[in-house]
Every structure is written in structure tokens, then in C-alpha cells.
């Protein structure tokens, strides 16, 4: 809705005047769209993935001092930016063209791979340079709490942030020093007449970096001035005001609560529009930041009063100003600090988190626990009667009853508790995240009471995530009053009392279940009560402690061949700086053509229904409003499914019936993104016959519900071998389902051409969308052409889904005629582009006496979806994957391609292998068990030696698992490790450490992809394009391709460019997926390559061109000479291209636990890989960390939960969905790749490596498996299902209440 009147505010140094800006465009959409500034992102629109953050530069209301902080963009009212300074990414390059020195870093530190997050990265370490120019590395560490990256695995990105650190590494201020030594001159060289590509000390004008670079000099922001609009439609229906101060504030909401209008929201931080997203419309909007009253702060002998607008951050501030004060400022101070992350700290106010509470009951608010444990009253004014009082938050007086109509919030009184010298005050909070940081509370709770002469007295016990009415343990607080602290008896009493009150209850499915909660809740009573204790068992001190993450480091251990550089060299990607400027341009990104529609789609809400009506009355009087466009609208010569025969049809738009909730029922088509989604949300679609949708595959495999038989894998006589064992080991094994988490999301645009068209699309397999497209229009293939750049991570989501994602734009633009534009929210990327396969196996194994495999015999189920997308469970895959790195004489696989109400899968990085190898692991974990051994050995014991034959009937010559296994093993001191792990869990009965060893051994397969590839040298330069059917998804392949072409060609890397990728310049083309993209361009660009230098020595000696001829001259020459400057080269699995090889890898996983809580931290991890002669050690060890951390939230944090009534994914956001965060890397993390070796089934000897380091993450699962396993210490087997989240392991603990002494 447009509102009359107009704002202003500077980006980049820039002044922008906006008039009738629209209510609801956020500051990001304004950036990207009308400011044309597409270097900073979005995904998610929640303040959860930080690709949207930017510096804001404003006065403080309260101080009228300027204040610089970072902030997520999408959650920033464009109307509430008025009068503030504005710095993107763009705005750090200096004029003239040179990078910021944190995008420099960045480049440099290799810290980027796809790039999407990079900019959130970068203004994030911008603002907090200018707010601290001299942070330590811990500080560092903490700020990128809001910021995700599903890449790289975070420790790049560290050690770039880390190098501006007071106290950093001197390790890194090397690298720093040596990046401004290596600085090359872009420059052509006035002696050489040619490019130089040497350090000369004349790339930097000034010769130096200061360390800070100011944004450009600017305008300080504007005085804040009073705002009123209305909406140009019905002048009264919306009105969106700023007042200045309390006064106007007051007289303003009197007069609209007179004028009937009580509907009113208060716009502060405007950051819980992130948590609950469907509150609204309001009749009034009050933008109240600039009211100077709300940031009063007055701090009296028992009071320390905070104004209403007071952000997060800035609590923090104060309690920390206070902390000398009373004993809770630093108890509250440690845990604001866990609430949300930074950029939503910077703006969030304390109110704005109290006011959710008030309106969502259920919400674990963290500052409403605080406040209601230590007896915080909030001030409300009330603008009608104009009186004002103070409410708690607990008993009478309620803030939580009060009816806020005309009312506004002021204030809330902390109050100020000091200890005396007989009385012992003592405070303490926790809170359990689903991971390291940015995440609500699965439970959290603060405590307090004064011990005086060891007798209890007015303890305050507050609680979240217990249920919507639970406050305080009233019943406990009083059963503890008089009583005396170091008894025995009053603990368990307490403890009694405590679990008949604390009953919580689940209003979602999404909820970790009333079991964990109230044990968690018991186990943080107990680490309070002990901290209260004057003396206390030895083995329970450590109890009371959280989880601590200590400021990382890490070392990566690689060789490089200088006879081979750049080949084998390990340097940055080279679009890493473009990356991190905001200069790289994803498909988004674009300009719009003047016509473009802009495409979304209203998903089913049921998955198993029948569509009775799709009511398009109140969507279509809507603003921006073109069409919508249903199954029934398709005209006849429009095939509605998303796949050509033989492939079983999967429908574009459902028809008449849903197959999954998610799927895409109307596509809507408006004059912008923000209309389409909110005519979409306007579409109401009714349904009938609504069935039951089956999305547990347990549920389904009972059900029988299957698609076609899989073949059966058999070697040896597993009957026999399993009859004759002494050892008979049987079980079921389940692996979750796991989403991609790309960054950037599903994003496509077609552009209608004279004879077809054009599909600009972010997509890992072109090939497939192209006949699909093609197919659906009934066109020939040659009419639909693709062209794709870079991808912002692809992970597997953007092969087989983008078929949908080709489809939406191509069909609409079909009809329209006009180019359309699709961007995928994130959770339509989340509901309907499909998942990792979620796997259930029933084993049966016979062992030996020594604990060697004899028979190994499975049944998988996979959970395939509603449409086959690509079978799970097939031979071929089995066969690969299922040994992992064991030997075992007979094996008897079968397998069931599952059918659920969910869409079909869509592989993600390292499909069935990470399943497989993960039930391997599971498989020998059990064994280990039942024959009384440790799993190390077990483990180590039943690798495959050289000689052997491999489950895909590969002999296996110079195998190197055991050799790998056995140094890591060593190298990583684990003998000496395992004893001190012994040691420590001995003395501490609630803090446990494990070791967790996983090898893997994973066959990479060359025979299922091809791949195109193409050199062409310009004549008139000299320069070279390659283009090949790769898409650069952010593993570095176009670096690569670069690395051979300059090798063999021998030139300088600066002469070469790698084009976008296109289905004219290489069709048929495989997709960029299976780890061996990068390998078999590289043969293709290596082979393109050999034949050009081959025509061209050819030529070089016909003219008998003296040695000493430049490149550009040479290549000239020929071109006169008539020599052909374009090859040509067609990677396919012929016998004479590399086939199968095996990739080996080990790793070593310590994990300390809290058994009360479940949460672990991550200390250690050692792996060794075998990367062969990685071509850019840098960019694959990159791989290597990215691909372990997807791994860890695979196996620990990522829960995909379904709304069990009608299948619809529940965890369908950053709120709910938990990839890692960065503080859950290892605090020590070392990588080693195997020693060069030549290996003749690759090109240029280079392994795989995007995908199997991931299954080294289990290590993590078996690490927390050994700490349960020494709390339960009952020598009983038992399963973890995965995730092995916080919740599930603490359950697996078993803790009872009476484990809890004193
Ligand atoms: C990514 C993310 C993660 C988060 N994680 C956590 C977490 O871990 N723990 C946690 O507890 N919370 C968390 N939150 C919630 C966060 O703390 C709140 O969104 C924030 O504090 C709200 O403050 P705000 O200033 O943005 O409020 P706004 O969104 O601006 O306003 C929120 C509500 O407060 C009302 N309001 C504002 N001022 C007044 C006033 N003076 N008088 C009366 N009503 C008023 C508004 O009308 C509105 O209803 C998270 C939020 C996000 C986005
Ligand atoms: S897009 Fe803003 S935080 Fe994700
Ligand atoms: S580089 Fe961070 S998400 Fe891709």
C-alpha cells in the first residue's frame, strides 16, 4: 500500500528522496530493487541468515550522539529509515576502484565459495570496525552470530574477520603481510607493453592500507523530523506517524484510540515481524525510535530504570556498566548476549521482546524469563487517562492481563540486588539452543535466592518453553524458603515439588517433546542448587558451568608440485573479491526489463485433498495485480508435468488433487515481488475430501506403500555365513531427511525470444531443464536456451528441482508473452523443491569371534516423496556406497523406493552415500558393542587391505584406509587423548567427553556424467575463454578450469576468463553434481588445451617465430597463419577416459557434552583426506570444511518436522531449521591432506572432494555417543536416531532425579 508523503536518507554517500513509499517494502527490497545496490542479499527475511546485512549510521535518540551498528536490512521498514546513513558492501570500494581491505581479507583468506553470504559477512566486520577498531579474536568470533554460511565451513571466513584481531594469530598477520607484498599490477606495463603480472608496488596509489577505512566522507544524518502518512487510497485506512517526543506520542494515541482506531503497532526494531509473520494489518503504525523519552536511563541507589526503546545491545551495555552494582546485571548481560544475534540485538528492543510475549504466550521469550525471575517491573503510560504505573510479571498487578488499548510502554525498573556480608545473593540463567547461537530457547530458566548462614531465603525460579502459563515455580520457591541449602533432603524435596509443577506442554510439532523439556528443566534447577551449595561433591562442580566455545584455531596440512603451478597451487578464487564487493552477479541480480512480471505461487496446504475452489475475488482487486494462472488456465498445447517420458509425470500445478503439501497450486503474476507474494497470500483455495497425508516412513513402509521393486545386491552365501557366525547383531537404523540450505534461493527468468526462450536460471543441471522445458511447450529442444553464472550454493537442490523452477517462469511467460521473473521464498525453496532422502535399514549381521564382518544383510527404505524423482534405492548406488571403507565376504542388499505425501527428493551432497556410510558406521558402532571391543578397533579392524574386491567389484590396489586410519589416529594422539577422556569423565558426573573415530572409503564414478568443453583464444589479444558445461555453485571449478588452461597453455592466469555456462556453448552436458564436475572439465579444458598448443607450436615453428615472441604476438601470427583458435573436447566414460576411483578419509571428533541439557560443543576434530594432487589445495580444503560442517548439521541440528494432520513441513525457516552456526566448529580443527600421489583414474591426478568429507562428520555422532555412554555406563547397546540433537541425546542419557546429589 502506498502512503503520501516522502522520506530521505543517504546510501553509499548517495541522497535518496522517496515519495508515497510503499508500506511493507523493507530497506533490502528498496536496495535491490530502486537502488540498483544488489551486492547485499536475501534469503530469508527473518534476521536469521545475515546475506541482508548493512551499516546504519544514525543519531542515538537518547544521546543525539551518531551511532553506527550493523542491521539486517530485510527486516528494516524502508519508511523507517528516514534521515539515517546507509553503507552496502558497494560503498566500501574507495573511488577509484579499490576494495575495502575487509573485502581484500576475504579474497585473500579464501573465505568465500558460492559468495551469496559474503556480503552480510563483510558489513558485519565493517561495522564492527567502526564501532571497535580494535576487537580481539573472541570479540570477533561473537559478532558473526547472525551471519550463516552453508559453504565453507566457517574457519576461512574466521581466520580472514580474525586478522584485524588486537591479539591475532601471528600466523595470520603473515598471510596479511604476505597478500600486500603479492599485490599485482593490473595495469598494461609501460616497459613490457604488455600486461604485467609481477608485484611492482604500483597497485596501491598510497602504498598503504589503513587498517579502518571511514565509509566515504557523507552527510551526518539528517535531524530527526516528525512523519505522518496516509494511504493514497482511502485517506484514513492507514496511517504510519513517527513522533519526536513522549507528548506528541501520548496526544496522538489518545486521539486515534477516540477516533475508534485502537488497532495501533509500534514500529521499534520492527525484528519480530521475523518470528511471527502474520500479525497485522494495523490501523496505525507508530514508528516511536526517535521518541528521546524511551532511551532514559536513571539509575538510583535500588533501581536502574531502562527506557522502553533501549535495544538489546545496549542492555547488555548498561547491565555491563552496572555489573559492580547488583548480581544480576552480569547474569543478565551473559545471557542477552545469546538472545537472536547481533544485527537483530542492534535494533531489537527489550519491549518489542516482552510485547511478544504478551501477544504469543508460547513464545520462550529469554528477556521475559529474566524479568520475571528477578522481579522487573515494566511502567506502562496510559495516553487516554494519562496516568501511569508499574506491573510485574508475575502475581498480581499483571502487565501479562493488562489491556493495552492506549497504552504505551516506558520503562521497566530492574532492581538492584547486593549481597551483604552474611547474606549470599546469588543469580544464574541458562538457556538450551538447538545449537551453538541465533536460536530461541528449547528451554531456558533464571534463578535467584540469598543464602544466609546456609538457609535459603526468597528463592525466584523462572522458566521458558514450559508452557504458555508458566512463570515461576511458585510451589518450589516456597518449599525452599527457610530450608537449609546443604542438606540432602532439601534438594530432593525440592526437586519433588519442581516436577509435579514444571508440566510442559507442546502447542506444535516442532516442540521438543514434554519428557526432554521437564528433565531439562529438572537439570537446570540442579545446576543452580549446586551453585547455591557451600561445598559440593567433587565430580558435580562442573555441572554448573555452560557449555564454554573458546576462540578457534586451526591448521590445514597440503602439498603443492611447483613443476605443476598454477596447477596445484594454492591460491584464491579468483572471483573471491567480486564475491565480497557485491560486484558478482547472481541471477537476481539482473536488471529488470521494463515489462517483466514477477511470478510466485500459492502452495497446498494439505497434502492429500481435493481442490474444490481456487477464489481469486479479493487477490484480483489487489495492487500490481496481472493474472493467475491455475492448472485448469493451461492452454491445451501446454503439457502440465514437470518431466518428459519415460519418467513418471509429476504436475506443474496440481490438478484437481494434491500430492504434497507445498506443491504449487497457482502461479501468481504481479507488476513486482512484494505484490505477487502478497496476492498470493490473498488466493483462497478450498479443498474437500481432505485424506490423510502419510509423510513418516515408518507409517508408509507398514503401509507397504512402495514404488517398483529394487533390485537386490548379492555377494557370497550371506545365509550360511550369518547361521555359522558367533556374533548375531540385528537392528533398524534411521537417517533423517536433511534441506540443502542454499543461500541464495531457487531463482529463474525467462525471456521470451523471436523463435523460443531465453531461461536465465540459478541451476546445477541445465541439460534436464532444457528438455523438460522444451517438453512442456511442445517446442523443439533447440528453442530453449539456458544460460546460467554463478549459483549462490546448489548442494544437489538445484539439479532434479529445477525443473519446477524452469517451468514457473517459461509457462507464464508463454502465456503472457511477457519475461518473467521467479524467486523462491524461502520457505517454498524448504516446502516443494524436495530433500535428502530420509532412510530406515533393517540389518542382520553375523560377526566373527574376533569381530570380523562374516554376512551382512539390509533392507532399505527410502522415503522417495509423492513423485520418483530418482529412485533412492538402486543398484548401482548400493553398490557404491554401502561397504563404506569394510570388507565383509557376504552381503545380501534389497532395497524399497518408498511413496509418502512429500515432493519427490532432490540428492543432496553425497546422496546415498551419506547414508550408507553412516549406517555402516551405526552398523559397526553395534557390533562393537555385542562382542565387548571398542569401536576403534572394531572399526580398524574391518577396513578393506589392498587385494580385496569392493562391494562394486572394484580390486582395490594401493588402498590406504587402514594406513590413513592408523596415522590420523596417531597423529592425533588419540591413545593418550582417550586416557586423559577417561580421566575427565571419571572426575565429572554431568560433563562427558568422547572420541568418535569414522574412516571412509567413498567409489567416485566418472561413467554417469558427460560434460562439453570449449577454448577459444582471441586473436587480437591473446586472451582465452573456456566455457564448459560446469556451473560454478561455489565449489571453485572456474578457478580450476583456469589453473589447467595456464598450465598447459603456459600463460598467465590474468588472460584467461571462464564464461557463463550455456546449453548452445556446451549441450548435453551432464549436471554439476557428484563431486567430478571440476575433474572432468578439467580433462575437457586440459585435452581443448593440448590441442591448441598443439597448432600452435605447429605454427610457431612453420614461422619459426624466435622464442622470445610475446604471447599476443604469437597468437596473432597464427590466427593470420589461418590456425584454428577454437577446440573442442567431449568428456564421456569411454574406455579410454578415466573411470572409478576410490576417495579415502579419516577423521577424529572430540565432543564435550553436558548430559543435563544435551548440548555439546564441538573441541577437536583431526581429519586426513585424500585429495590426490589437488589441483588448488586452498579451494579444496575449503571444500573439505564446508562439506564436514554440512555433515554436522546433518547428523546433529537439521530436524525436517511435518505437520502430522496435513504433511505440511513445519520447519520450513531459519527460525525452526538449524544448519551450524559458526560458533559450532571445532574449537581445534586440523586437516591434513594425504601426500601427493599420482592417480591415473582422475585428470591430472586430482580426487573428488566436495561431497565425501562430509561423511567424516559421524565422527561427531560417535563422539556424543561415547559421552552418553559413560553417564549411562550400562554396557547396553542403544541407537541414535538422526539428528543427534541436543533433545534427543539427553534423552538417551536417561538422567533421573535421583542422580542429582549434593
Ligand atoms: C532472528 C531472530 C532471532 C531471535 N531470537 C530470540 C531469542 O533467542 N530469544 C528471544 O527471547 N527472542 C528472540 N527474538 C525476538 C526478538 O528479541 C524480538 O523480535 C525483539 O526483541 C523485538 O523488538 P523490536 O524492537 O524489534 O520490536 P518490534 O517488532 O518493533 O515490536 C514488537 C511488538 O512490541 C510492541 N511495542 C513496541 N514498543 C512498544 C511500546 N513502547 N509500548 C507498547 N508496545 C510496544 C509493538 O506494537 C509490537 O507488537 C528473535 C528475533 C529474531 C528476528
Ligand atoms: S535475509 Fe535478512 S537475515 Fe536473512
Ligand atoms: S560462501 Fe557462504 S553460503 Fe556460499
Not at 572420541?995 to 562439453?1012: H, M, Q
Request: charged share 25%.
Amino acid at each position: 500500500m502506498s502512503l503520501s508523503g516522502s522520506i530521505q536518507f543517504h546510501v553509499n554517500g548517495k541522497e535518496y528522496v522517496v515519495n508515497n513509499a510503499q508500506l511493507g517494502v523493507s530497506l533490502n527490497s528498496w536496495l535491490r530493487t530502486s537502488g540498483r545496490l544488489t551486492g547485499t542479499k536475501v534469503l530469508c527475511r527473518e534476521g536469521g541468515c545475515g546475506a541482508c546485512v548493512v551499516m546504519v549510521t544514525k543519531n542515538h535518540p537518547g544521546t543525539s550522539l551518531t551511532k553506527t551498528f550493523s542491521a539486517n536490512s530485510c527486516l528494516l521498514p524502508l519508511l523507517s529509515v528516514d534521515g539515517c546513513r546507509i553503507t552496502t558492501t558497494e560503498g566500501l570500494i574507495e573511488d577509484g576502484g579499490t576494495y575495502n581491505v575487509i573485502q581484500e581479507r576475504v579474497a585473500h583468506f579464501n573465505a568465500t565459495q558460492c559468495g551469496y553470504c559474503t556480503p552480510g559477512f563483510v558489513m558485519t566486520m565493517h561495522s564492527l570496525l567502526q564501532r571497535n577498531p580494535n576487537p580481539t579474536q573472541a570479540e570477533i568470533e561473537e559478532e558473526f552470530d547472525g551471519n550463516l554460511c552453508r559453504c565453507t565451513g566457517y574457519r576461512p571466513i574466521f581466520d580472514a574477520m580474525k586478522s584485524f584481531a588486537s591479539d591475532a594469530d601471528p600466523k595470520l598477520k603473515k598471510i596479511c603481510q604476505d597478500i600486500e607484498d603479492l599485490k599485482i599490477c593490473r595495469k598494461v606495463c609501460e616497459d613490457k607493453n604488455d600486461h604485467c603480472y609481477k608485484s611492482c608496488g604500483r597497485y596501491e596509489a598510497d602504498g598503504s592500507h589503513p587498517l579502518v577505512r571511514r565509509p566515504k566522507q557523507d552527510a551526518p544524518p539528517s535531524p530527526p523530523k516528525p512523519l505522518m502518512f496516509r494511504s493514497q487510497i482511502d485517506d484514513d485506512a492507514v496511517v504510519w506517524i513517527r513522533p519526536l517526543t513522549l507528548t506528541e506520542l501520548t496526544h496522538r494515541v489518545k486521539a486515534f484510540v477516540m477516533d475508534g482506531k485502537t488497532n495501533i503497532r509500534y514500529v521499534v526494531g520492527n525484528t519480530s515481524t521475523g518470528v511471527y509473520k502474520k500479525e497485522g494489518k494495523f490501523d496505525v503504525y507508530i514508528d516511536s525510535k526517535e521518541v528521546k523519552e524511551f532511551y532514559a536511563a536513571t539509575d538510583s541507589d535500588n533501581t536502574l530504570t531502562v527506557g522502553a526503546n533501549v535495544s538489546l545491545n545496549d542492555l547488555i551495555e548498561s547491565c555491563q556498566t552496572h555489573s559492580e552494582d547488583s548480581e544480576i546485571f552480569p547474569v543478565m548481560a551473559k545471557h542477552i548476549k545469546k538472545v537472536a544475534n547481533t544485527p537483530v540485538r542492534n535494533v531489537a528492543s527489550w519491549t518489542g521482546n516482552i510485547m511478544i510475549k504478551k501477544l504469543h504466550p508460547e513464545f520462550p521469550s529469554d528477556i521475559f524469563t529474566l524479568f520475571a525471575a528477578f522481579n522487573v517491573k515494566i511502567v506502562v503510560y496510559d495516553c487516554v487517562t494519562e496516568e501511569q504505573a508499574d506491573y510485574s510479571l508475575t502475581g498480581d498487578n499483571n502487565f501479562m492481563d493488562l489491556d493495552l488499548t492506549g497504552k504505551v510502554i516506558l520503562a521497566c525498573k530492574i532492581p538492584k540486588v547486593t549481597p551483604s556480608k552474611d547474606r549470599k545473593f546469588k543469580a544464574l540463567s541458562y538457556k538450551i539452543m538447538p545449537r551453538s547461537q541465533n536460536s530461541y530457547a528449547y528451554v531456558n530458566a533464571a534463578f535467584s535466592a540469598s543464602v544466609t548462614n546456609g538457609v535459603i531465603h526468597n528463592a525466584s525460579i523462572s522458566m521458558g518453553g514450559i508452557n504458555k502459563d508458566f512463570v515461576r515455580a511458585t510451589n518450589t520457591e516456597k518449599y525452599l524458603e527457610g530450608k537449609n541449602v546443604n542438606l540432602e533432603l532439601t534438594l530432593s524435596g525440592a526437586l519433588e515439588v519442581l516436577n509435579d509443577e514444571v508440566i510442559p506442554v507442546s502447542y506444535s510439532a516442532v516442540e521438543t517433546s514434554p519428557e526432554y523439556r521437564k528433565s531439562a528443566a529438572l537439570g537446570l534447577f540442579y545446576k543452580f542448587y549446586l551453585y547455591l551449595c557451600d561445598t559440593l561433591p567433587a565430580n558435580a562442580v562442573s555441572a554448573i558451568e555452560t557449555l564454554e566455545r573458546p576462540v578457534t584455531s586451526s591448521t590445514r596440512t597440503y602439498d603443492s608440485d611447483a613443476s605443476m603451478f598454477p596447477v596445484t597451487e594454492p591460491i584464491p578464487k579468483l572471483s573471491a573479491i567480486k564475491q565480497a564487493s557485491g560486484e558478482a552477479k547472481f541471477i537476481s541480480d539482473f536488471s529488470n526489463h521494463t515489462d517483466e512480471l514477477f511470478a510466485t505461487y500459492v502452495m497446498a496446504e494439505y497434502g492429500n485433498a481435493d481442490i474444490e475452489d481456487i477464489d481469486l475475488s479479493r487477490a484480483e482487486k489487489m495492487p500490481g495485480f496481472h493474472s493467475v494462472i491455475t492448472a485448469a488456465d493451461l492452454p491445451p498445447e501446454i503439457r502440465n508435468t514437470l518431466t518428459r517420458p519415460p519418467m513418471q509425470p509429476q504436475p506443474i500445478l496440481a490438478d484437481g488433487h494434491t500430492n504434497f503439501a507445498g506443491e504449487p497450486v497457482a502461479i501468481v503474476l504481479a507488476d513486482s515481488e512484494l505484490h505477487a507474494s502478497e496476492i498470493a497470500k490473498a488466493v483462497v483455495v478450498t479443498y474437500k475430501n481432505i485424506r490423510h497425508a502419510v509423510c513418516d516412513l515408518a507409517e508408509a513402509i507398514d503401509r507397504e506403500m512402495f514404488y517398483e521393486e529394487g533390485d537386490d545386491l548379492e555377494r557370497g552365501d550371506t545365509e550360511k555365513a550369518y547361521h555359522d557366525a558367533k556374533f548375531k547383531v540385528t537392528g533398524r537404523a534411521k537417517i533423517g531427511a536433511q534441506y540443502h540450505f542454499y543461500m541464495e534461493p531457487q531463482v529463474s527468468k525467462a525471456i521470451p525470444t523471436e523463435d523460443g526462450f531465453e531461461l536465465k536460471m540459478a541451476t546445477q543441471w541445465q541439460y534436464m531443464v532444457q528438455q523438460n522445458c522444451a517438453y512442456i511447450l511442445g517446442y523443439d529442444v533447440n528453442r530453449v536456451n539456458l544460460r546460467t553464472g554463478r549459483v549462490g550454493g546448489a548442494y544437489g537442490g538445484k539439479g532434479t528441482a529445477s525443473w519446477l523452477s524452469g517451468a514457473i517462469p517459461i509457462v507464464s511467460s508463454y502465456i503472457t508473452g511477457r519475461p518473467v521473473r521467479f524467486t523462491a521464498t524461502l520457505e517454498q525453496c524448504m516446502e516443494t523443491f524436495g530433500r535428502r532422502s530420509e532412510y530406515i535399514m533393517d540389518y542382520k549381521i553375523g560377526v566373527d569371534s574376533d569381530g570380523l564382518l562374516q554376512s551382512i544383510e539390509v533392507d532399505y527404505y527410502a522415503n522417495c516423496g509423492r513423485f520418483l524423482t530418482q529412485a533412492e534405492y538402486w543398484k548401482g548406488a548400493i553398490a557404491r556406497f554401502s561397504d563404506s571403507g569394510y570388507f565383509c565376504p557376504n552381503w545380501k542388499l534389497s532395497g524399497k523406493n518408498v511413496r509418502t505425501n512429500m515432493p519427490g527428493t532432490a540428492a543432496c551432497r553425497g546422496p546415498q552415500a551419506t547414508q550408507s556410510s553412516m549406517f555402516m558406521e551405526m552398523v559397526l558402532e553395534h557390533v562393537a558393542k555385542v562382542v565387548k571391543q571398542d569401536p576403534m578397533v572394531i572399526k580398524q579392524k574391518n577396513l578393506y587391505k589392498s587385494g580385496q574386491v569392493d562391494l562394486s567389484g572394484a580390486t582395490l590396489t594401493n588402498f590406504k584406509l587402514r594406513d590413513i586410519s592408523q596415522t590420523l589416529l596417531t597423529n592425533a594422539g588419540a591413545a593418550a587423548r582417550q586416557k586423559e577422556v577417561d580421566t575427565f569423565n571419571k572426575e565429572n558426573k554431568f560433563k562427558k567427553k568422547g572420541l568418535g573415530f569414522a574412516p571412509i572409503k567413498v567409489v567416485i564414478a566418472w561413467d554417469s556424467f558427460c560434460f562439453g568443453s570449449q577454448v577459444s583464444i582471441f586473436a587480437s589479444d591473446g586472451t582465452v575463454i573456456l566455457t564448459t558445461g560446469a556451473v560454478d555453485v561455489g565449489q571453485g571449478v572456474s578457478t580450476k578450469l583456469i589453473q589447467v588452461a595456464a598450465h598447459i597453455l603456459g600463460i598467465p592466469m590474468d588472460l584467461i576468463r571462464v564464461s557463463e555456462t550455456t546449453n548452445i556453448m556446451a549441450p548435453n552436458s551432464g549436471p554439476s553434481a557428484g563431486s567430478i564436475t571440476s575433474e572432468m572439465c578439467a580433462k575437457g579444458v586440459l585435452e581443448c588445451c593440448k590441442m591448441m598448443k598443439t597448432r600452435i607450436d605447429a605454427a610457431t615453428e612453420k614461422l619459426q617465430l624466435s622464442s622470445d615472441i610475446s604471447w599476443k604476438e604469437k597468437v596473432e601470427k597464427c590466427f593470420y597463419e589461418g590456425v584454428d583458435l577454437t577446440a573442442h573436447y567431449w568428456v564421456y566414460p569411454t574406455e579410454s577416459v578415466a573411470k572409478r576411483y576410490s576417495v579415502c578419509g579419516a577423521a577424529l571428533s572430540e565432543v564435550e557434552m553436558d548430559i543435563l541439557t544435551g548440548e555439546y560443543a564441538l573441541k577437536r576434530v583431526d581429519m586426513i583426506y585424500d585429495c590426490g594432487k589437488s589441483v588448488n589445495p586452498e579451494i579444496d580444503v575449503g571444500q573439505a570444511e564446508g562439506a564436514f560442517m554440512f555433515g554436522v548439521g546433518y547428523y546433529t541440528t537439521e530436524k525436517l518436522i511435518f505437520n502430522p494432520e496435513n504433511g505440511q513441513l513445519l520447519t520450513h525457516n531459519t527460525w525452526e531449521y538449524k544448519p551450524p552456526a559458526s560458533k559450532d566448529i571445532p574449537t581445534e580443527w586440523n586437516i591434513t591432506f594425504l601426500k601427493n600421489e599420482e592417480e591415473e583414474n582422475t585428470s591430472l591426478s586430482s580426487k573428488a572432494v566436495g561431497e565425501p568429507p562430509l561423511l567424516l562428520s559421524s565422527s561427531v555422532v560417535f563422539a556424543i555417543k561415547r559421552c552418553v555412554e559413560s553417564f549411562r555406563n550400562d554396557g547396553t547397546y542403544f541407537a541414535i536416531d538422526m539428528p543427534a540433537s541436543v533433545d534427543n541425546v539427553q534423552q538417551l542419557c536417561k538422567v533421573k532425579i535421583s542422580d542429582y546429589k549434593i
